[in-house]
């Protein structure tokens, strides 16, 4: 297999896309996928139970130092940024929000594509913001593969149209072919 | 052959240089945020390389301690995590409550704004006047700053909302005074609190205490580090003592884990079993 991991960056409209993703992709699905979704910094975290109960896959709120393990599904901690680690395990931390963001999808998807280089997948979905810009550059730039959906399809269209003017995409597609891409590439 | 990565070989480097010059030991950060604060510094002072910062970290003083400002994340609120001090008026300030003199430690209390909001229960619950709270931190900026403790107006209306969601009963407004846009913390609230430098890693038990609060700090430490700090704190508490961790952070990799009672596991609080 060629890929290690997936990072996945969403803003509004994320809820409705994860969501979509997430029931899609079948319980065999071993690579392991690490998402940041833009919520409030008061938000708890029900609502990654709520996918998890939609998902075969197993989704959990990720720990500080935790190992990431194939088949498992990691979501970012409301307030908390999340790196990963060469050793691939996790680090949080409650620095000063980037891109008016805490967790940030430039902060985890530069430090994945430290430890992961050519082996990490990043994934920008529906937003309307510029987080994640820098980051999927730095995916590029380490040899990763950059997917974003097609800005025309997403509920918010500004964060896939932002990484698509700044960085060489090599798949700009709808949701449910970002699926079957991810289905033939694992 | 294989090549090591040069930004790996050159982050290290740069950590020795700060710690051999100037003694602040980063070496056993968590290194991906590491990277990222020297990172950042690097864009900002247009250097080419991080072997050329290192050059100017050996030579210029005002040059390093930039970097190490970096390196220390400071960012700290007043009821940070309401819950947790919801909590900590529940469960652990009856515990107080049975000792005639009460001693706190916060440990990497940057700005200020924990002790301050832990002397503001204190006072709520009677324990003020028998209370000396230590506050401790490596970075005497950002203790200068506490001791001030003049804090940007317009943080008020959030502080105000932790205050009320962390069951806090009385006026917010009535801690501190209002002067342009700057919010003065009550002298009645500083005369307890001794602020003091202490490094964690390269300093020893600071004083005997009731209650350590170390928040946010050990998130930044590889397990080794935060294992070796604990054993600081696990010394440093009295028996039946308490231990209040952030709330992203636990006792997993000490070996000390087995010595504590759990009071609240969300919340993490944890209570030194009697030896
Ligand atoms: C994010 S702040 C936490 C402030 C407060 N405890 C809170 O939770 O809001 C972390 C603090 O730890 C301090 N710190 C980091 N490493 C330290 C060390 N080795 N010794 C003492 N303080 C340290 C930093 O200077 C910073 O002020």
């Known amino acids: ?186 | 052959m294989e090549y090591k990565d040069t930004s790996d070989i050159e982050i290290s480097l740069l950590l020795d240089a700060v710690y051999k010059k100037y003694g602040y030991d980063f070496r056993q950060y968590s290194e991906a945020h590491i990277r990222r604060r020297i990172m950042n510094r690097l864009t900002l002072s247009g250097l080419g390389s991080i072997s050329q910062m290192q050059d100017f970290v050996l030579h210029d003083k005002s040059f390093a301690s930039l970097l190490i400002q970096d390196l220390s994340i400071t960012v700290t609120e007043m009821f940070r995590d309401p819950d947790f001090y919801k909590a900590l008026r529940e469960k652990v300030i009856p515990v107080l409550k049975t000792y005639p003199f009460i001693k706190i430690w916060h440990a990497g209390c940057s700005t200020g704004e924990e002790a301050y909001s832990m002397a503001i229960i204190l006072r709520e619950e009677g324990l003020y006047e028998r209370t000396t709270i230590y506050a401790t931190d490596f970075n005497q900026q950002a203790l200068n700053k506490a001791k001030e403790g003049i804090f940007p107006a317009g943080l008020m209306k959030e502080y105000t909302l932790n205050y009320q969601l962390s069951g806090g009963k009385e006026s917010f407004a009535g801690y501190y005074t209002s002067s342009y846009d700057m919010a003065i913390i009550n002298q009645a609230l500083k005369k307890n609190i001794v602020w003091a430098n202490h490094n964690l890693v390269t300093d020893s038990v600071f004083a005997e205490v009731h209650l350590v609060l170390c928040r946010n700090v050990l998130i930044y430490f590889e397990r080794s580090l935060q294992n070796k700090v604990q054993k600081l704190f696990y010394d440093s508490l009295t028996n039946g003592g308490v231990l209040c961790l952030g709330s992203k952070e636990s006792l997993r990799f000490s070996d000390l884990q087995g010595e504590y009672a759990v009071l609240d596991q969300k919340r993490r609080i944890f209570k030194k079993k009697y030896e």
């Open chain 1, 1 to 186: 297999m060629k890929y290690e991991a997936i990072v996945i960056g969403a803003s509004s409209g994320g809820l409705n896309a994860l969501t979509f993703l997430f029931s899609a992709l079948p319980p065999g699905f071993s690579i392991p996928i690490i998402v940041v979704q833009h919520v409030g910094s008061r938000s708890d975290s029900q609502w990654i139970d709520l996918l998890n109960d939609k998902s075969k896959l197993h989704i959990k709120e990720a720990d500080e130092k935790e190992k990431i393990e194939p088949g498992h599904t990691y979501i970012a901690p409301p307030n908390y940024h999340l790196l990963v680690e060469k050793d691939k395990t996790f680090s949080l931390a409650a620095s000063e929000r980037v891109n008016f963001a805490r967790p940030s999808i430039d902060v985890l998807f530069e430090s994945a594509a430290e430890a992961y280089k050519d082996k990490l997948i990043g994934i920008i979905l529906t937003g309307s913001n510029a987080d994640g810009t820098a980051g999927m550059q730095k995916v590029k730039a380490c040899g990763g593969l950059a997917i974003v959906q097609d800005p025309e399809t997403a509920e918010s269209p500004l964060m896939p149209a932002s990484v698509i003017a700044n960085t060489a995409i090599d798949y700009v597609l709808p949701l449910e072919n970002i699926i079957n891409l991810l289905l033939k590439l694992y």
